[in-house]
């Protein structure tokens, strides 16, 4: 090159200087970073990047003009290597190249001025040129964050069977819409041709905002049940309410104050009318169903339950509100009776209870982690009209049927059923997802009954409460991988064109279980791997564990540094560090007194929203979020005090004491210096599965960063990452796919053929619940319901019931 004698002015001068600093500083981060990755085995990439950065910077503080060409050497060589180790995966490779094209961008901006101040011919046009290019990339990748990024391997068969009139859903008067809790909407109504003309119908206040001001835990997760011209809610304070299904007027409402603030909330309701006819069995050697006694006049023929947040099983007139009197005390029962110390939080009530043909049934949640000694988790049912105990199931003593006499107890600690249950009246069998003993990640002292029957799906007679089978899903749990969610009950389609009648269902491990509804056997494959013990003294470790190898597994996969994720480089460099540093040998690695990662954590994986599904499709929806957790078991002294029960610390922080056992444990999120996952996105996602396959139709990301704050402020930026979800979705007949229980502030319609996203409504804050769908029995009209009190991690609270519906037409 050709000296010049012009030179740059002293302020020019002293910027390009700074620009050559701040590189080089970013270039010692990256190598004393990269030196302490190298030391833990990981890659050499940042050390080597970062003495690159180290050099252009230093170059441009001299006075040299060589500092583009040494970082473009270095920056072709990312590129290659971000392809190489990342593939065509969009967020993978935006963590690895953005911030160095920014970097690049910036040096091709100022090369005419670093060669002009060593006397050089400036060649603006090409360097400008190729900044062009540079802006033109990085204004791509900028475009790219605000699109999906999913799988689309297939079209789902969705929307093409037309609803008939004998066909219509009349009711949605289950948890799960019908029986068979599939959550799926048999109405066409409200369409893929026509849903972006959905708007609001009506917005109920309930009056009860789930603040958390003095220590408590309320979050509104609730799923409204509709019958007739009724809808009828719960509160997280657990006030029942009934509103006009066409105007969202309301009709009654009964409270149930409590001094509980833990775990604060009320999914959902149940609901059963004595005036019915009762549906018997025709499955092979079932028991029948023992009608009602309804010789005298019976106080609330049509009725609502609820367990109160303080175990207790309530009965409503579901015309009226009030109490039904003949059910129980006044319409009361004590769910706390033969359990020992049983008070809140230690024990209490998180999902609806269930209407099993004449029987309501109720399992009960036990804190988790707080002590070796905890009441039990026994199953109860309870006669429907006069709530007379007709049987109790206590996994400590499985062939009991009886209470306990005065003096004695339901045996202590046991597995429990806190998630949502089925009902089959085909076969007249309960269904219960169960979870593990009370102390998860300690197992030392369980019991031969603990360990077989915890985290199994157990079927039992609603009748008689006598056990049909039990499949387990992981044995011996230490990961507090309970059965989290109600199964749904389909007709699965074998490969000869038969269907067998079946239950499906996630767990919080990612696995995807179909199992035949009469004998429990796995209808697709299951294998049993081999996995590693740890080291904890006398721990009876499980050596194999089950694999649902017959279905897709989601957001289960094993993870390696590669898939640690960063939204800068320093970001991902560290999650790098810090993943190197933990024990990780997969799915099933056990807790120890080092430092072991678990992924998917206790969160999930899949958790109490269940899944939704077509059945006129055999298309099943699973939505998950992928929220790793690490794990650290510390001796602790003897006669530590147990915790609150508060499982916040479960979800993020401290270290909790194990009361009777010589250790507490502190587990805490797989997160990144900034706050967010330390693992490639999608932190949450929406999958579609064709269930004659058995293989992916699609998959999407759920939800957007626009709500989550950032070091307490809102980011404000619809990214669609994809979010840890908490609720469930709902699918129609009319080929849509509804969701809201992510971070953000939406209610969203996905075509579910496609999984594009086809519409979306902006809630006044986010919501935990699962929507519902029905057709109002005095307008015609199809409506759309979320119950929005607030996002699981944002501090926004509501206490909204928004229902959807098309506009009129004249």
Not at 500 to 525: C, H, M, N, S, Y
Not at 606 to 623: E, F, H, I
């Amino acid at each position: 090159m050709k000296r010049e004698k012009t030179g740059v002015s002293a302020p020019v001068r002293l910027v390009l200087i700074l620009i050559g600093a701040v590189i080089a500083l970013l270039g010692l981060g990256l190598v004393i970073g990269g030196g302490m990755l190298i030391g833990r085995g990981g890659s050499w990439y940042y050390l080597l990047m970062g003495l690159a950065l180290l050099a252009t910077g230093v170059e441009i503080v001299r006075g040299g003009v060589m500092a583009l060409a040494i970082y473009l050497v270095a920056f072709l060589a990312t590129v290659i290597w971000a392809f190489w180790e990342a593939g065509l995966d969009f967020w993978a490779l935006h963590a690895r190249l953005f911030a160095f094209l920014c970097i690049l961008f910036v040096l091709l901006l100022i090369q005419p001025l670093l060669l002009k101040r060593a006397g050089y011919q400036s060649r603006k046009g090409l360097s400008l040129g190729a900044a062009g290019i540079a802006l033109l990339a990085i204004v791509g990748m900028t475009w790219g964050m605000f699109q999906p990024h999913g799988i689309h391997n297939a079209v789902a068969d969705t929307g093409k069977t037309p609803v008939t009139d004998a066909t219509r859903q009349q009711n949605w008067d289950h948890y799960g819409s019908g029986g068979d809790q599939n959550r799926f909407a048999a109405l066409d109504q409200i369409n893929r041709d026509n849903v972006d003309e959905l708007e609001v119908a009506w917005t109920f206040r309930t009056g009860e905002t789930p603040i958390n001001t003095d220590g408590s835990s309320l979050e509104d997760q609730n799923t409204p049940l509709q019958v007739g011209n009724s809808v009828y809610l719960c509160t997280a304070s657990n006030t029942v309410i009934s509103v006009d299904a066409t105007t969202g007027d309301e009709q009654w409402r009964h409270e149930f104050p409590t001094d509980t603030k833990t775990w604060v909330r009320c999914r959902g309701l149940a609901y059963f009318d004595a005036d019915q006819p009762l549906t018997q069995p025709q499955a092979p050697d079932s028991t029948p169903v023992t009608p009602v006694d309804t010789s005298t006049d019976t106080a609330c023929p049509r009725r609502v339950f609820m367990n109160t947040i303080d175990a207790q099983l309530v009965a409503l007139n579901a015309d009226t509100g009030e109490l039904c009197a003949d059910f129980g005390d006044e319409g009361t029962i004590d769910l706390k009776q033969h359990l020992g110390n049983a008070e809140s939080p230690l024990y209490s009530m998180t999902s609806p209870p269930l209407v099993a043909g004449t029987t309501v049934v109720v399992g009960g949640r036990v804190a988790d982690n707080v002590a070796l000694d905890m009441p039990g988790g026994v199953m109860r049912g309870f006669d429907v009209i006069t709530g007379e105990m007709k049987w109790a199931f206590d996994p400590g003593n499985p062939e009991q049927r009886e209470a306990p006499s005065d003096n004695e107890i339901y045996a202590r600690s046991t597995p429990n059923v806190w998630a949502p249950m089925t009902f089959d009246a085909w076969s007249n069998t309960v269904f219960m997802p169960v979870g593990s003993a009370a102390i998860d990640l300690w197992g030392v002292d369980r019991s031969p009954e603990d360990e077989a029957y915890g985290a199994t799906m157990l079927a039992l007679d609603a009748t008689t409460g006598d056990e049909k089978w039990r499949y387990q899903t992981v044995h011996h749990d230490l990961w507090d991988f309970d059965v989290p969610m109600q199964p749904t009950l389909i007709d699965f389609p074998e490969e000869d064109g038969s269907t067998t009648p079946a239950l499906t269902f996630g767990t919080k491990a990612g696995q995807i279980f179909v199992l035949d509804r009469l004998t429990g056997e796995p209808l697709t494959e299951v294998v049993e791997k081999d996995v590693k013990p740890a080291s904890i003294p006398n721990e009876n470790y499980a050596l194999k564990q089950p694999l649902s190898v017959g279905m897709p597994q989601i957001g289960a996969q094993t993870l390696t540094e590669a898939d640690m994720w960063g939204a800068t480089p320093f970001d991902q460099l560290m999650c790098r560090y810090i993943f190197k540093g933990y024990r990780y040998e997969g799915l099933y690695t056990a807790p120890d007194t080092d430092y072991s990662l678990s992924f998917p954590g206790s969160l999930g994986g899949m958790n109490w929203g269940g899944v939704s599904y077509d059945p006129t499709a055999d298309t099943l929806y699973v939505n998950d979020m992928r929220l790793g957790l690490y794990v650290h078991m510390e001796p602790q002294d003897e006669g530590a005090e147990a915790s609150d029960g508060d499982e916040s610390v479960n979800a993020g922080m401290g270290a909790v004491p194990l009361k009777g056992t010589p250790y507490s444990v502190i587990k805490d999120r797989f997160l990144s210096p900034l706050g967010i996952p330390c693992q490639e996105p999608p932190f949450g996602t929406l999958t579609s599965i064709d269930m004659q396959t058995r293989s992916v139709n699609w998959e999407v990301p759920l939800g957007t960063v626009q709500d989550t704050e950032l070091f307490g402020t809102k980011m404000q930026l619809p990214i669609p990452i994809g979010m840890p979800t908490i609720g469930g979705s709902m699918t129609t007949q009319g080929g849509l796919t509804f969701f809201a229980a992510t971070q953000d502030n939406w209610l969203r319609a996905f075509d579910s053929a496609t999984g594009e996203e086809i519409w979306k409504a902006r809630l006044p804050v986010g919501s935990q619940g699962t929507p519902i769908s029905y057709i109002s029995p005095e307008t015609g009209k199809q409506y759309v319901i979320i119950s929005a009190g607030g996002a699981r991690q944002s501090p926004d609270r509501g206490d909204y019931v928004i229902a959807y519906a098309l506009p009129d037409t004249n």
